[in-house]
């Protein structure tokens, strides 16, 4: 029995189609990355983003509660700081760049 398979049991969940569609995707998001060997940024970033994602399209939902809406607020800032992590050595490269470029002005 894989780790999700026992997070599923503890939930009481008893097949992967009793998940809504939110859930169901955040599943196979983890599901994909678990079964590689090896994983990479990209694979980690993708991880980030799809969660985001599935994050803000729950934020749309007008019946949510005040509780879940926390919870998904503190994933949605966890998910995004990882990703400026992965993206700072970018950033901090294109800045340079750019205050290079402004100094050959």
């Keep these: 029995m894989n780790i999700l398979s026992k997070l599923l049991k503890k939930r009481g969940i008893k097949d992967v189609t009793e998940l809504d569609k939110e ?49 998904l607020a503190l994933q949605h800032a966890i998910y995004k700081k990882i990703r400026g992590v992965i993206n700072a050595p970018q950033t901090e490269r294109e800045s340079l760049i750019e205050y290079l470029t402004n100094l050959l002005k």
């Design 23 to 71: 859930e169901k995707q955040q599943f196979e998001q983890w599901q994909k990355v678990l079964n590689k060997e090896e994983i990479t940024i990209k694979d980690i970033t993708e991880f980030c983003d799809g969660a985001i994602g599935t994050i803000e399209v729950q934020f749309g939902d007008v019946d949510i509660s005040n509780e879940k809406m926390s919870k």
